[in-house]
C-alpha cells in the first residue's frame, strides 16, 4: 500500500517560494499519478495540481494559481514536488500530497499533510 | 463547473441516518464523483468513488447515489466515529478536479 510523507519548511517569508516534497514508499512513483491539495485552517480542499503523465512531464494545475505552481516528479528518488513562487498570507495552508487515481478519479491515498504558514 | 454541499452542518445523534447533498452546476458522469470523510488534525479518507462504489475498507453503512447534477451519500446508522465533515469530489477534463464546500455531521 502506497505511503506518503510531505516535508519541507514550515515557515515561509512573503513574495518568496514555497517548496515542498512528498516522499512515496510502497508502490511505484511512474505507474501512478501524483497530485498536490492544500487545506487553510478551518476551511475547505483545494486541489493545486497534478502529474499525469510521468513519462512525457505532463501537468496540469488549478487554473487559479497557474503560473506561480510547478509540479515535478524525481524517479530516482521516488518523490514528488511542489514550488509555489510570489507567496502571500493567503498561502498558508495545510499542503498534503496524494496518490491519484485515474481510474476511479479519486484520491486514493494521502500523505499527513504539513502546515506552512507565510509571514515575515 | 460549480460544486454546492447542502446542508452545512448537519446535527444529529448515534443511531441516526445522515443524507448529505452534492450537486454539481451541470451534469456531469458519476463515474467522476467521489466523497471523502475528515476528521479533525487527519488527512481526507476516501469514502466512495464512481458515486456509488465504496473504498476498500469503508463500512456498508455508507452508500452513495445519484447521477446527472445530484449526488447523495448515505450513513444509514452513524457510529460515534462518523461525526466528520464530508467533501464531494469531481473531476472534468475542463477543470479539472474541484471539491464541495464541505457538510460538517456533529452530534446532536
Known amino acids: 500500500q502506497v505511503q506518503l510523507q510531505e516535508s519541507g519548511p514550515g515557515l515561509v517569508k512573503p513574495s518568496e517560494t514555497l517548496s515542498l516534497t512528498c516522499s512515496v514508499s510502497g508502490g511505484s512513483i511512474r505507474s501512478n499519478f501524483w497530485s498536490w491539495i492544500r487545506q487553510p485552517a478551518g476551511k475547505g480542499l483545494e486541489w493545486i495540481a497534478r502529474?499525469?503523465?510521468?513519462?512525457?512531464?505532463?501537468?496540469n494545475y488549478n487554473a487559479s494559481l497557474k503560473g506561480r505552481v510547478t509540479m515535478s516528479v524525481d524517479t530516482s528518488k521516488s518523490l514528488f514536488s511542489l514550488k509555489l513562487n510570489s507567496v502571500t498570507a493567503a498561502d498558508t495552508a495545510v499542503y498534503y500530497c496524494?496518490?491519484?487515481?485515474?481510474?476511479?478519479?479519486?484520491?486514493?491515498?494521502w500523505g499527513q499533510g504539513t502546515l506552512v504558514t507565510v509571514s515575515s | 463547473i460549480v460544486l454546492t454541499q447542502a446542508p452545512g452542518t448537519l446535527s444529529l445523534s448515534p443511531g441516526e441516518r445522515a443524507t448529505l447533498s452534492c450537486r454539481t452546476s451541470?451534469?456531469?458522469?458519476?463515474?467522476?464523483l467521489a466523497w471523502y470523510q475528515q476528521k479533525p488534525g487527519r488527512a481526507p479518507r476516501l469514502l466512495i468513488y464512481g458515486a456509488s462504489s465504496r473504498a476498500t475498507g469503508i463500512p456498508d453503512r455508507f452508500s452513495g447515489s445519484g447521477s446527472g447534477t445530484d449526488f447523495t451519500l448515505t450513513i444509514s446508522r452513524l457510529e460515534p466515529e462518523d461525526f466528520a465533515v464530508y467533501y464531494c469530489q469531481l473531476y472534468d477534463d475542463s477543470i479539472p478536479i474541484i471539491f464541495g464546500p464541505g457538510t460538517e455531521v456533529d452530534i446532536k
Open positions: 451541470q451534469s456531469v458522469s458519476s463515474k467522476y
Open positions: 496524494a496518490k491519484w487515481s485515474a481510474d476511479r478519479a479519486c484520491f486514493e491515498a
Open positions: 502529474i499525469y503523465d510521468i513519462v512525457n512531464d505532463k501537468s
